[in-house]
């Protein structure tokens, strides 16, 4: 019986092609969460300008919302409290985007130094 100390199993490192595909698999991700979060952003400042207008409007004033790709009349008292809703809404999406950003990127870091992965940019 022949005891041997066991390595601590790394795994194999991949071909240079399979890494190169999850990099840009990364990447590719964190710039669809980028786009996403910048256009929930936008949008939420849209409520928030329109949510901030109606404040100062009288409640029984018409006012004219879009759902669905249909513009529906209303008074401000019953668009203000939908607005608002979406408003929260967007920022609870957009927090849980950030998230899950913030993981991706924390996974590209452990990633790059499982595989010993230096990140080279092309001057193209």
């Keep these: 019986m022949s005891t041997t100390a066991a390595a601590p199993s790394t795994p194999a490192r991949p071909p240079n092609a399979e890494l190169q595909q999850q990099y840009n ?15 929930l952003e936008s949008e939420l400042d849209e409520h928030k300008l329109v949510v901030d207008t109606l404040k100062e409007t009288p409640a029984d004033r018409k006012c004219f919302r879009m ?6 009349e209303k008074s401000v ?48």
């Design 25 to 39: 698999t990364f990447k590719s991700t964190l710039t669809q969460l980028s786009t996403k979060i910048a256009e």
């Design 67 to 72: 759902i669905g790709g249909v513009l529906v």
């Design 77 to 124: 008292k019953e668009v203000l409290p939908a607005l608002q809703t979406n408003s929260q809404g967007l920022t609870q999406v957009i927090d849980t985007l950030r998230a899950d950003m913030k993981r991706t990127e924390t996974e590209l870091r452990k990633w790059q130094k499982q595989y010993n992965v230096q990140i080279v940019q092309s001057n193209q």
